[in-house]
């Protein structure tokens, strides 16, 4: 019992580092980047949901990360429709 608590706290730690790596990069304009970090913090996020291992909070913090990525999907699809019309 005691290993897959840690093995809890250590996956939501990455889920929340992984989170943290994918803001820096949108930042930086790296949204590639940006939507990877977000997409493996969501998958880790979901695991733990699925395994009624997840808090309120961190809930709200997959809710947040799968809005995240829907907004770069969508930024992403603006720009590349933009590419094609201008080229």
Do not use: F, P, W
């Amino acid at each position: 019992l005691e290993s897959d608590t840690n093995n809890t706290n250590a996956l939501r730690d990455l889920a929340v580092a992984l989170k943290s790596i994918g803001e820096i990069h949108l930042k930086q304009d790296e949204t590639e980047k940006a939507k990877s970090n977000y997409a493996k913090s969501v998958e880790i996020l979901t695991q733990l949901k699925n395994n009624n291992s997840l808090s309120e909070y961190d809930q709200k913090m997959l809710i947040e990360l799968q809005q995240n990525l829907a907004k770069i999907e969508i930024k992403d699809s603006k720009t590349l429709i933009i590419r094609e019309i201008c080229y």
